[in-house]
Antibody
Framework: QLQLQESGPGLVKPSETLSLTCTVS??????????WAWIRQPPGKGLEWVGC???????YYNPSLKSRVSMSVDTSKNQLSLRVSSVTAADTAVYYC???????????????WGQGTLVTVSS | QSALTQPRSVSGSPGQSVTISCSGT?????????VSWYQQHPAKAPKLIIY???KRPSGVPDRFSGSKSGNTASLTISGLQPEDEADYSC???????????FGGGTKLTVL
């Protein structure tokens, strides 16, 4: 069974860079034909798609975050990574990684999710 | 403010049916048959319960159903059970610039 696990610092200072890793087990990132996404949820608010990445490094980002976000994938470790630069309190959220099925599979859904990790931006 | 509009809360008694709406535009909900719904219990990760407007993943009870009319999608839960009490969020593909939009979530209370 596919499992995703987010990890990284729970506290980041304003103006610094948030860095998270998602480790995938029970399946291979590189042979899944899926994208791998980051989705965040500020406390008490709705979900927000941050972006996604394919195993070849192909990326798509939320236009509202594009200038501050970068994603990468390490297929040898079956991991994906997220970096968000110049963070502010508005970036405080639970960050989830998820498997994203897209139009290349004639569907569009997030069908497996990690448990999420809370990142707080505060000095 | 979320791109898709959902009611903040709905409620129903055990055994009843409830419907949660998800309002978008012709650039997202109305333009594609790629609406999905997620159930989220407190402090838990979202779980996919409906995708491509009407399809249910294996293991999701057929009490959960989805539909769409114009720019509005709907999730109907029939035969409400106590364990259905959770937050429900809609999501839509929104084209090759915006890509993905979510609703703000609806809290379902089973009375």
């Amino acid at each position: 069974q596919l499992q995703l696990q987010e990890s990284g610092p729970g506290l980041v200072k304003p103006s610094e860079t948030l860095s998270l890793t998602c480790t995938v087990s029970g399946g291979s990132i590189s042979r899944s034909n899926h994208y791998w996404a980051w989705i965040r949820q500020p406390p008490g608010k709705g979900l927000e798609w941050v972006g996604c990445i394919f195993d070849n490094g192909d990326t798509y980002y939320n236009p509202s975050l594009k200038s501050r976000v970068s994603m990468s994938v390490d297929t040898s470790k079956n991991q994906l990574s997220l970096r968000v630069s110049s963070v502010t309190a508005a970036d405080t959220a639970v960050y989830y990684c998820a498997r994203q099925a897209t139009l290349r599979l004639n569907t569009y859904k997030f069908d497996s999710w990690g448990q999420g990790t809370l990142v707080t931006v505060s000095s | 403010q979320s791109a898709l509009t959902q009611p903040r809360s709905v409620s129903g008694s055990p055994g009843q049916s409830v419907t949660i709406s998800c309002s978008g535009t012709s650039s997202d909900v109305g333009g594609y048959n790629y609406v999905s719904w997620y159930q989220q219990h407190p402090a838990k990760a979202p779980k996919l319960i409906i995708y491509d407007v009407t399809k249910r993943p294996s293991g999701v009870p057929d009490r959960f159903s989805g539909s769409k009319s114009g720019n509005t999608a709907s999730l109907t839960i029939s035969g409400l059970q106590p364990e259905d009490e959770a937050d429900y969020s809609c999501c839509s593909f929104a084209g090759t610039y915006t890509y993905v939009v979510f609703g703000g979530g609806t809290k379902l209370t089973v009375l």
